[in-house]
């Protein structure tokens, strides 16, 4: 749990720069996890966990960044600055995307800072699409019923 909670300062890191806006919906992300739905894949190497990825439902009235229905969770990831650019992420993607598939939900949906080009084309590349912008991030939704990875190839 402590390690989902260090993640997520990791993925939502641009998020937090206002200080004193209080926890916000980032706090959402893994406050009292372990309810119904809550799924989590861990990267680990030499032992050590360098990468988290997980999916939790939001509710309309509690939303995270990048909700989109009640019935589509919600994809957080993040890796630790000293294992990027190994296919760490895309590893977890690709497993946090199967349990999802696994589980029945027919799509899933993620919030990334709009100005980080590589994660947004990782997301491309796993069949994640743009469905709304903001000042300072993008929402996107891969839908998972007729999805496959993709991972490598081109369009």
Not at 14 to 29: M, N
Not at 99 to 104: E, F, Q
Not at 126 to 143: I, K, N, P, Q, W
């Amino acid at each position: 749990m402590r390690f989902l909670r260090d993640m997520l300062h990791h993925a939502y890191y641009w998020k937090e720069r206002a200080p004193d806006a209080g926890p916000g919906p980032v706090a959402l992300y893994v406050k009292a996890w372990g309810r119904l739905g809550d799924t989590a894949v861990v990267a680990i190497d030499e032992g050590f966990p360098v990468g988290a990825a997980w999916y939790r439902l939001f509710v309309k009235d509690r939303p995270g960044y990048g909700f989109v229905d009640e019935r589509t969770p919600e994809l957080a990831i993040a890796v630790v600055p000293s294992a990027r650019g190994r296919g760490v992420g895309a590893a977890l993607l690709d497993s946090l995307l199967a349990r999802a598939r696994g589980a029945g939900h027919p799509a899933i949906s993620l919030s990334v800072d709009r100005t980080n080009e590589g994660a947004i084309e990782l997301y491309r590349r796993h069949g994640f699409e743009r469905v709304a912008e903001d000042d300072d991030s993008v929402t996107m939704l891969a839908r998972l019923d007729t999805q496959t990875t993709t991972e490598g190839t081109d369009p």
